[in-house]
């Protein structure tokens, strides 16, 4: 033990091997060493999946205006025609439609508490959220 700090064994583990789709035929990939990252630009997935309820949390400073509700529905048919291209047959409508105030970040009970009623919400049959922030908070490790 040093200071406050327990001493604990691990190990690098390998990167995964991942399947993508590429025209019909099927490639395998290792991300590269030096970056743990992939970009799915040229590829498609493996086995796409089709997303039907899926939810969306605009996080923002301003009260919803027509101008970032346009901007939200700019995003979300640019993230439903990004997932076709790649093999992900995605509902064009969120399942769920919220925008929260930026201030929750600030207070990690209050995001809890946004969360769960998602999830209530959405009574177990949400398969992805996504989250969008309008800008960066220190809030967002929380």
């Known amino acids: 033990v040093v200071g406050d700090m327990t001493k604990v064994m691990g190990r690098v583990l390998e990167a995964p091997t ?16 030096d970056h743990r990252q992939w970009n799915l630009m040229s590829s498609h997935v493996f086995d796409g999946r089709r997303i039907q309820k899926w939810g969306l949390l605009s996080f923002t400073w301003d009260k919803p205006s027509t101008d970032l509700e346009n901007i939200i529905k700019n995003f979300t048919s640019s993230l439903v025609r990004r997932c076709g291209e790649i093999g992900v047959a995605m509902n064009p409508s969120p399942f769920i ?30 398969q992805i959220l996504i989250i969008a922030m309008e800008e960066k908070h220190p809030g967002y490790n929380t």
């Open 97 to 126: 439609s919220e925008y929260k105030p930026m201030v929750q970040f600030n207070d990690m009970k209050a995001l809890q508490q946004t969360l769960l009623g998602v999830q209530v919400k959405a009574k177990g049959e949400l």
């Open 18 to 33: 991942l399947k993508l789709g590429d025209g019909g035929r099927n490639k395998q990939v290792i991300p590269p060493q």
